[in-house]
């Protein structure tokens, strides 16, 4: 079984930056991803960003492309995305999740992740 637990979120000005984190533990299969969703009130749960285990592949959605940066150190157990340049329209719950098989084409489904943390909210004010 694996846990996730997301730190970091707050209220801050659009323009701001913050750090999320996501720390794992437990014991998973081989290699898994980690990949950043996030859900605004109303809304389906979206992809945002995804790195593989080593940390040589990355993918983000359109809408976070230059402004958000995915990272991970796994003698931490450890993502984190950093978000630049925050937009009212980044507010939201990000969850961070574990896709034990590995990297695939199919890495921004939600489907795809068996594991999940409990969010944490990120309010940007225009």
């Known amino acids: 079984q694996v846990q996730l637990v997301e730190s970091g979120g707050g209220l801050v000005q659009a323009g701001d930056s913050l750090r999320l984190s996501c720390t794992a533990s437990g014991r998973t299969r081989g290699g898994p991803a980690t990949g950043w969703f996030r859900q605004a009130p109303g809304k389906e749960r979206d992809f945002v960003a995804a790195?593989?285990?080593?940390?040589?592949?990355?993918h983000y959605a359109d809408s976070v492309k230059g402004r958000f940066t995915i990272s991970r150190d796994n003698a931490k157990s450890t993502v984190y995305l950093q978000m630049n340049s925050l937009k009212s329209e980044d507010t939201a719950v990000y969850y961070c999740?574990?896709?034990?098989?590995?990297?695939?084409?199919?890495?921004?489904?939600?489907?795809?992740?068996?594991?999940w943390g409990q969010g944490t909210q990120v309010t940007v004010s225009s």
């Open positions: 999740g574990i896709e034990e098989s590995g990297w695939s084409r199919f890495i921004n489904l939600r489907s795809r992740y068996e594991y």
């Open positions: 790195i593989n285990w080593s940390g040589t592949n990355t």
